[in-house]
């Protein structure tokens, strides 16, 4: 794997994370070092961090709220 991707991954550890439990990515990223814009897309969706992800938790979270209430 080349040094600057190795370097990337590096800075954010969920990312780093996100490696260690899929090695299938050091395989890609030596042959196709482009694609750790794809693994990072990936990461998010793992780690629930995408838009429809938060907006689903944040309703889910208004709903739990609403209850107490009642």
Do not use: C, D
Request: hydrophobic share 35%.
């Amino acid at each position: 794997m080349r040094g600057e991707v190795l370097q990337y991954i590096r800075k954010q550890p969920e990312l780093h994370q996100y490696l260690r439990y899929h090695p299938m990515w050091y395989r890609r990223l030596s042959r196709n070092p482009s694609a750790v814009y794809e693994m990072e897309k990936e990461a998010k969706v793992y780690y629930g961090k995408t838009f429809p992800q938060r907006v689903e938790r944040w309703q889910n979270n208004m709903n739990t709220a609403m209850m107490f209430l009642e």
